[in-house]
């Protein structure tokens, strides 16, 4: 007997997100922001996958785009879900609404994605409104049962987002885009805007949650830390680009490319009483609207050499589930934590 090969539940291909503007001293020349480009990935059903990267990377437009937030400019993204396998890029009208049943998203800021005129009622109930799923008093069944499973109380559903913490709008967030049962749930730095130790209730809902209804998470965060704590597998991204790709504990112990390393280094230890030992790489990211024709990272990269800045490096597979997208991969031996 043959093992089938499980295919993922998502699949992205060449993802390209170019945001056009206007350059010159007319704005007559259009010139494009890749802030995504050439992404490919996969995600299988039931795992989280971390991205990581500094601010301006592209993992958040990355999300939106999975998400259909945003138009991607090129490639393709593909769901596998209810025996049923989606082009999800090229969707349109009844077929992307219907979508968004299966894909919900959990936004970064708990206030400003909350209308501050519906109670907390109406906004975990619009969702199920909107895609026709219940209403009048089922509507308000489903939602009294989601949100207390979210950590609220009855008494809130007629209160206004005003009236809660940060801690609580996040979880009239996650109970808003858990009630529809999706399978994927991107979830774009959830717990960035909140305290330390309400981040750590927040993060254990979210895999209570997961567990509970065999959900796919995209987690997207700058922080390496919450990465690590929540994630199977991780990607990192830089400059729009995917650098590097694997499991938790390899890309964590050994990492393979020098971006990588950097973002470890720079997570706090305990043990560091000497802060300035801290690795920081010089110089800034690139111009999104001009990028190196080598790679992204050479001009920042203490290993680089003459083939890095005048090639771009492939993403390349390197071990049993890991890839990496540098061209002295084999000859370096980074640092890890």
């Not at 009208?93 to 109670?119: C, H, V, W």
């Not at 979830?187 to 959900?215: F, G, H, T, W």
């Not at 994630?231 to 590097?244: P, Q």
Request: charged share 25%; proline share 5%; glycine share 8%.
């Amino acid at each position: 007997m043959t093992n089938q090969v499980q295919l993922p539940l998502l699949e992205v291909r060449g993802l390209k997100k170019w945001f056009p503007m206007s350059k010159g001293f007319f704005q007559q020349r259009t010139v494009f922001v890749k802030a995504v480009d050439g992404v490919d990935i996969d995600v299988q059903a039931g795992e989280t996958l971390g991205i990581v990267g500094e601010s301006g990377s592209g993992k958040t437009t990355l999300g939106r785009c999975i998400s259909r937030l945003y138009e991607p400019t090129g490639g393709q993204i593909t769901m596998r879900t209810d025996g049923e396998t989606l082009d999800v890029s090229a969707l349109k009208g009844r077929e992307l609404s219907a979508f968004r049943k299966r894909a919900q998203m959990i936004f970064q800021d708990p206030y400003s994605s909350l209308n501050p005129r519906m109670t907390v009622l109406e906004t975990v109930g619009e969702p199920l409104l909107v895609n026709n799923l219940a209403k009048g008093k089922d509507l308000e069944e489903r939602v009294t049962q989601m949100i207390v499973q979210v950590g609220l109380r009855m008494e809130h559903l007629r209160r206004y987002p005003h009236s809660f913490s940060g801690g609580q709008r996040q979880r009239i967030g996650i109970a808003r885009a858990m009630v529809v049962n999706p399978c994927l749930v991107v979830a774009d730095e959830p717990v960035s805007a909140l305290d330390v130790s309400i981040q750590a209730q927040i993060l254990n809902l979210l895999k209570d949650l997961q567990e509970e209804y065999a959900l796919t998470y995209l987690f997207i965060s700058h922080a390496m830390n919450v990465v690590r704590y929540v994630s199977d597998r991780i990607a990192v991204m830089y400059a729009g680009k995917l650098v590097e790709l694997g499991s938790k504990q390899e890309l964590l112990s050994h990492p393979r490319h020098p971006y990588t390393e950097a973002l470890l280094a720079s997570v706090p230890k305990p043990s560091q009483r000497k802060r300035g030992m801290r690795l920081v790489s010089a110089g800034e990211p690139p111009d999104l609207i001009n990028l190196p024709k080598g790679c992204v990272f050479a001009s920042r990269c203490k290993y680089a050499t003459d083939q890095c800045k005048e090639q771009p490096p492939e993403l390349r597979q390197v071990g049993t589930t890991e890839y990496v997208s540098c061209h002295l991969t084999e000859s370096l031996t980074l640092q890890g934590i």
